[in-house]
């Protein structure tokens, strides 16, 4: 802790430096507005092509809406940009009723002609599932979230009924649909908007100058300084929000303990876990805390031998003591995992055991498996801090002493944000430190996304593990509405995992929310992006 605060101490006087040199005019505009100190740049302006929690952050309930929502309380769907919904008996239908006159963003590079109707929800469902759709490609084609659930198969149509009223239709029944339509991906888009853009030849410009109903809308984007948003004056709901929201953009988490304590900042993203202590003792700053549903794990890359052998995988996990890991780098912050589900979710499996640290068993595992020692191996360690993960390079260094232990040597290696994800995608780790916060409360949000063989493609199957039976298995939950027989499925699905170990589960973390006393009517969202609505900045 003297360690910390000695450096917060260094870094104050730069804040104060930078603050002199700011010119009247960002002074006036950050008194009006809510300033975020941000970990990092957004990939994309639109979440349909990112599931970066950086990018989520600053777009989906800034800018966007989606047919449903969830309630941050109890976790339950309600509406949204869709005001009811019928289900038929069969569980293959859906029918949506759409509110009416919403307004899209008009700003200074689009005015909108019309409001909200069917033809958004059409365009923006059919961009990511339709290969032939005129904007399918634009800005790669990739749709990770979606292509992770493999949605593309399970939605066959989506019809419009009339104008506000929408038909989506299902090639299966799948309890989790209605779900996955409130995630922070499933974002609405103007149709109007991008025709604009495609007559004009530039139909990128829909994910980089992006127009929502959200509450807030698009101004500017200066790449590593800022993002900067004006409030939505015709926005259909809530209107108690600040005039302006920017981000700063800013990577060092003690930089942002900075300007939160000076003020530079009124809410921070991701404080470190040894500053939690600092914000606590301050009067002037508030520090909210949440069980989170999240899951931080050691992947390994199963495309690459010796780790396609479960015993290799299952002998490193031993090799580790995960209690000393959840210690030095969450202190009191997090539990240790089972499995890939946190105790808050309704299916966790309360009779699994935990891997215990097993240095014997696992030498003897890695001799079974052919595996001398000497053997050399890396350790991918993200360069960002995750509520899941808050030091993943610390994690690393402990775990490399670890494996030393029983004769494997380990690499750290670590890039920038994106140049890692980027390489991550293309399954060039040996093993990788990472997590997943859900995006919803049912648990297909984790099975799915984390170890199906349609996520491989996707990016968000980092263990690039494939088994027929658990997706089998996977799929059969999601035909059942019944919580009991769910759970009694994904415990065989469980059972396969410890089986065969793609990933070892270590740490379900609290998340925390720090922010100056004068914010109010910030809360914590159990499923991952910032929510600015509502919230305003008090005068000190």
């Not at 808050?390 to 690393?396: G, S, V």
């Amino acid at each position: 802790m003297k360690k910390n605060i000695a450096l917060l101490l260094g870094v104050l006087p730069m804040v104060f430096a930078l603050g002199a040199c700011q010119d009247n005019r960002t002074r006036e505009l950050a008194e009006q507005g809510l300033i975020y100190c941000s970990e990092g740049n957004p990939l994309s302006f639109n979440p349909q092509l990112d599931i970066s929690g950086t990018t989520v952050d600053a777009t989906s309930h800034q800018v966007y809406n989606r047919l449903l929502d969830f309630d941050s309380e109890t976790g339950k769907v309600v509406p949204n940009l869709a005001t009811s919904w019928l289900v038929s008996e069969d569980g293959l239908t859906y029918t949506f009723q759409l509110r009416k006159d919403v307004a899209f963003h008009s700003t200074a590079f689009f005015k909108p002609s019309r409001p909200f109707n069917a033809d958004d929800v059409l365009f923006s469902i059919n961009r990511w599932r339709l290969k032939d759709h005129p904007f399918h490609h634009v800005s790669g084609g990739s749709y990770p979230y979606f292509d992770s659930l493999g949605l593309n198969k399970v939605v066959v149509e989506v019809n419009k009924i009339n104008g506000y009223r929408v038909e989506i239709k299902l090639s299966r029944p799948d309890s989790s649909f209605l779900a996955t339509l409130a995630t922070d991906f499933s974002v609405i888009l103007s149709q109007e908007y991008a025709e604009q853009l495609l007559a004009a030849g530039t139909p990128e410009l829909l994910d980089t100058q992006p127009v929502g109903t959200g509450p807030f809308q698009f101004v500017s984007f200066r790449e590593d300084n800022h993002v900067r948003y004006h409030r939505n004056p015709d926005y259909w709901g809530e209107q108690q929000t600040q005039q302006q929201l920017i981000y700063d953009i800013t990577p060092s988490s003690s930089m942002r303990l900075a300007k939160l304590i000076t003020g530079e900042c009124d809410v921070i993203a991701f404080p470190a876990q040894t500053e939690l202590r600092i914000v606590e003792e301050r009067g002037d700053l508030i520090l909210d805390e949440k069980p989170g549903l999240n899951i931080g794990f050691w992947a390994f890359n199963t495309a690459k031998p010796p780790f396609n052998d479960a015993r290799v995988r299952k002998a490193l996990t031993m090799a580790v003591d995960k209690r000393t890991l959840i210690d030095a780098v969450y202190f009191d912050s997090a539990i240790a995992a089972k499995g890939l589900l946190p105790p808050t979710s309704w299916a966790f499996d309360d009779t699994r055991k935990e891997t215990h640290y097993n240095p014997v068993m696992a030498r003897q595992l890695l001799d079974e498996a052919g595996i001398g020692t000497g053997f050399t191996m890396d350790i991918w360690a993200m360069p960002v801090e995750r509520a899941y993960n808050p030091n993943a390079t610390k994690m690393a260094e402990i775990m490399q002493n670890y494996l030393q232990q029983v004769g494997v040597k380990a690499r750290i290696v670590s890039y920038e944000w994106g140049t890692f994800r980027r390489l991550l995608a293309q399954g060039q780790h040996d093993s990788v430190l990472i997590g997943w916060t859900a995006d919803s409360g049912d648990p297909d949000n984790f099975y799915r996304p984390l170890l199906s063989c349609s996520a491989i493609a996707s990016g968000t199957n980092r263990a690039n593990w494939c088994s027929e039976e658990y997706d089998d298995l996977i799929d059969q939950a999601l035909a059942h509405t019944d919580e009991n027989m769910r759970l009694t499925i994904y415990r065989q699905a469980n059972d396969i995992l410890e089986e065969q170990m793609p990933l070892f589960p270590i740490a379900h973390a609290y998340r925390f929310q720090a922010y100056r006393k004068e914010i109010k009517g910030l809360t914590i969202n159990p499923f991952g992006g910032i929510q600015f609505a509502g919230v305003v900045k008090e005068s000190r």
